[in-house]
Nanobody, 127 residues
Framework: QPQLVESGGGLVQSGGSLRLSCTLP????????IAWFRQAPGKEREGISCIEPRGVGTLYADSVKGRFTVSGDNANNMVYLQMNDLRPEDTGLYYC????????????????????WGQGTQVTVSS
């Protein structure tokens, strides 16, 4: 399966905000649940948010609920992750990934349901 492309990471101070972007070059995202995962050094990859096609459903991990917002822009074939009130523990490599196959439109934060990971975008939050 094709890989999605993430962008928008960077260095930000604690309490700051970033917006990550995700797209799939040459193919519409309209039919797939798109999830955001992150991985800090020495830790497991963690699912943090997911959005279903046309935004009919979303999921958030407890660790980001109320601070992060996932949204889709069908016209521009983009999915965004708005991250507010960032904390040092949010530091990590952030990935977006599409769910393929029979359950493609259904959100999950189970990393075993996804493959074809991209390069990710680094988010670093300083204290």
């Amino acid at each position: 399966q094709p890989q999605l492309v993430e962008s928008g990471g960077g260095l930000v101070q604690s309490g700051g905000s970033l917006r990550l972007s995700c797209t799939l070059p040459g193919r519409s995202l309209d039919y797939y649940a798109i999830a955001w995962f992150r991985q800090a050094p020495g830790k497991e990859r963690e699912g943090i948010s997911c959005i279903e096609p046309r935004g009919v459903g979303t999921l958030y991990a407890d660790s980001v609920k109320g601070r992060f917002t996932v949204s889709g822009d069908n016209a521009n074939n983009m999915v965004y992750l708005q991250m507010n009130d960032l904390r040092p523990e949010d530091t990590g490599l952030y990935y977006c990934v599409a769910r393929w196959g029979t359950y493609a439109p259904v959100c999950t934060l189970n990393k075993g349901r996804f493959n074809s990971w991209g390069q990710g975008t680094q988010v670093t939050v300083s204290s």
